[in-house]
């Protein structure tokens, strides 16, 4: 395997755009990614399309990518559809990097792009309820009439975590008011309001504990990588990202077995050849606010317990330690669920080139990324982690 790096960038702005479809988004990411990379359509061998909901919500089905993209110039090249839940952008980027390390491609794009806005709310959340084992039973408590199925489950997480590790509902809040701030510095973030503890504890209860600030939104977006080998970016004058890891997992059928999140971790620093002390900076999957928390211990950047601590320490603040979401996550960046894996690498190739403006992690060399989706016995059904170096 040869060392794959990324060459350029580009995420539209993330929100709810009603008057704009999948090729509006799709097309601007594209455009932006290959600008900064300074190549053209031309330079592009296969193409890598994450995507996971237009089929209910917008009823495009089964070529998402060629008709997406059909205005691009992308036209007539490998085209692959991926559709893995909350996840289908970063397993997106993880097979167009095993193309280009295996040396099947010597340059690939991949695409992230979500329309999840609808008229009908129904419609969007009906979309985020077709992410479980439909045969599945809902574990007890779930299903609780909000509308939305997935901050049920969150929820119902969220009470046992905190039996277990005495966080409370001010913790989640504190993991807001960061998101907020750093929304708040991020052109491209839904929500780029700062608010308060208060403020968020009093915000209209959603499933208990989690408040409407604890729960990412719906939204639209799309974002885009243009990924090559080592002698590629040497030729054209390129400046390397690597690409150090990435690695993806499922779910045990029986539930059995470390959290998918925990076993993608251990996958990716195994193969990067370092530890959670090694990274400077971490965009995670802060789907609800207690999940940054939990995450935290999912990757080991605390013990376990102590992601109370950490969170109230300041060391996952902008600047911090380990900056955590220094994009606003998803949280306040937003959610579009097929774009969220590829913008959480736009975001730290940005850190690792130190161009994040105020966002920027000081001396930032080592980024990780962690992307989960879907429903499966109790766990996510999918987990992905990817390290990206200097």
Same mark, same amino acid.
């Given at each position: ?5 990324? !060459? ?15 090729? =509006?988004?799709?097309?601007? $990411? ?12 031309? &330079? ?9 909901? #237009?089929? @209910?919500?917008?009823?495009?089905? %089964? ?15 490998? %085209? ?29 794009? @991949? ?5 999840? =806005? ?14 479980? &084992? ?42 807001? @008011? ?10 491209? $973030? ?27 939104? /719906? ?31 499922? $779910? ?19 193969? $990067?050849?370092?530890?959670?002390? &090694? ?25 376990? !317990?102590?992601?109370?601590?950490? /969170? ?7 600047? !911090? ?17 097929? #774009?969220?894996? @590829? ?35 109790? &766990? ?6 990817? /390290?990206?170096?200097?």
């Amino acid at each position: 395997m040869r060392n794959v790096v990324i !060459g350029g960038v580009g995420m539209t702005p993330f929100g709810k755009f009603l008057d704009r479809n999948l090729k =509006s988004l799709a097309e601007e $990411a594209v455009a932006l990614a290959l600008r900064d990379a300074h190549v053209t359509v031309n &330079d592009v061998e296969h193409v890598f399309f994450g995507n996971a909901a #237009a089929g @209910v919500v917008t009823g495009q089905e %089964m070529i998402r990518a060629q008709s997406s993209l059909r205005n691009t110039g992308l036209d007539g090249k490998p %085209m692959f559809n991926i559709e893995n839940a909350c996840a289908s952008g970063s397993s997106a980027l993880n097979l167009a990097w095993l193309s280009v390390a295996s040396g099947q491609a010597e340059t690939a794009l @991949v695409v992230g792009v979500e329309k999840l =806005s609808h008229e009908d709310k129904a419609v969007s959340f009906g979309a985020f309820a077709k992410a479980v &084992d439909l045969e599945e039973p809902l574990p007890e408590g779930v299903k609780t009439g909000t509308g939305s199925l997935f901050m049920d489950l969150y929820a119902a997480k969220a009470r046992k975590w905190m039996e277990k590790t005495g966080a409370e509902a001010s913790d989640f809040a504190r993991v807001v @008011v960061k998101s907020r701030r750093a929304g708040s510095l991020n052109p491209h $973030a839904q929500f780029r309001k700062e608010t308060t503890v208060e403020e968020v504890l009093e915000s209209r209860m959603v499933s208990d504990p989690l408040t409407l600030f604890m729960c990412s939104s /719906i939204g639209d977006g799309g974002a885009a990588v243009f990924i090559c080998s080592e002698d590629y970016a040497m030729k054209h004058d390129i400046r390397p990202v690597f690409i150090r890891a990435s690695s993806i997992v499922s $779910a045990k059928a029986d539930g059995s077995g470390e959290l998918v999140a925990v076993r993608a971790a251990n996958a990716a620093y195994e193969e $990067a050849g370092i530890g959670p002390s &090694d990274v400077h900076v971490v965009e995670l999957h802060d789907a609800s606010a207690p999940a940054e928390l939990i995450h935290y211990e999912n990757l080991g950047l605390c013990a376990p !317990g102590d992601a109370p601590k950490l /969170i109230r320490s300041g060391d996952t603040d902008l600047g !911090g330690r380990i900056s955590v979401n220094p994009s606003g996550g998803l949280l306040s960046r937003g959610h579009p669920v097929g #774009a969220t894996g @590829v913008a959480q690498i736009v975001e730290l190739t940005r850190q690792l080139r130190g161009t994040a403006g105020a966002r920027q992690r000081p001396g930032a060399k080592v980024a990780l990324a962690e992307n989960n989706g879907g429903q499966l016995a109790g &766990d996510s059904a999918v987990a992905l982690v990817t /390290i990206l170096s200097t």
